[in-house]
């Protein structure tokens, strides 16, 4: 149990365009989930708090406006990147935490590999 | 949030016993210690948690100080499958926000 899935694995795009990329939990439900980015060799850092039918919340330095989410139901977020930019290449990754009292396990995506050429 | 400071590499031989330390001497009463580890370019896995008791679970054990100031993590039989970053991570007492914040890691080569 405790599957989370993103979609898509991997996507390469032209500089400008936007990439939706899609989080869901499969076999539970998750109120809250996780957007992670991670360069090459480093940790994962956090990006943003998505909370299901709320506005998410974003860390500091993480531009808003550049990076949407949207959590509409209570298995799924999106990550929207837009006006991609080659800066913006990076291992996406997100996490949702199961719903329930006593669940304090936050399970993790396989992640997304964006490739802004 | 409680930091925590684990060594940057390991190596253990197949089928022995891996423990990987963690140590975390600022955390608070009511802060849980996780592992995950992440195999190379996939998301992280979640392997176990704690927050005062010795825990074990399928995939290992973890072992938590009196103190709390420390852990260890202990892969039993360790396989090639198991080489990977493994990530301590002290849970941000956030709450029902909580969030987990990941450090560097300690990369574990399992060698044959």
């Known amino acids: 149990g405790a599957v989370v899935s993103q979609h898509p694995s991997w996507v390469i795009c032209k500089s400008g365009t936007s990439v939706k990329i899609e989080c869901r939990s499969l076999?539970?439900?998750?109120?809250?989930m996780f957007w992670y980015r991670q360069f090459p060799k480093q940790s994962l850092m956090l990006m943003a708090t998505?909370?299901?039918?709320?506005?998410?919340?974003?860390e500091q330095g993480v531009e808003k406006d550049k990076f949407l989410i949207n959590h509409a139901s209570l298995t799924l977020s999106t990550l929207t990147v837009t006006s991609a930019h080659p800066e913006d290449s990076s291992f996406y990754i997100c996490?949702?935490?199961?719903?329930?009292?006593?669940?304090?396990?936050?399970?993790f995506g396989p992640g997304t590999r964006l490739l802004v050429l | 949030d409680a930091k925590t400071t684990q060594p940057p590499s390991m190596d253990c031989a197949e089928g022995r016993a891996a423990n990987l330390p963690c140590n975390h001497s600022?955390?608070?009463?009511?802060?849980?210690v996780y592992w995950y580890r992440q195999i190379h370019s996939q998301g992280p896995q979640y392997i176990i948690h704690?927050?005062?008791n010795n825990e074990t679970n399928e995939m290992a054990s973890l072992i938590i100080t009196e103190d709390r100031k420390s852990s260890t993590l202990i892969l039993p039989h360790a396989t090639l499958r198991d080489t990977a970053v493994y990530y301590c991570?002290?849970?941000?007492?956030?709450?029902?926000?909580?969030?987990?914040?990941f450090g560097k890691g300690t990369l574990l080569t399992v060698n044959p």
């Open positions: 998505s909370n299901e039918g709320s506005k998410a919340t974003y």
């Open positions: 991570i002290v849970r941000d007492s956030g709450g029902s926000n909580y969030k987990l914040t």
């Open positions: 996490s949702a935490r199961e719903d329930g009292g006593g669940k304090e396990t936050q399970y």
């Open positions: 600022t955390i608070s009463g009511n802060e849980y």
């Open positions: 076999d539970f439900q998750a109120t809250t």
């Open positions: 704690g927050l005062k």
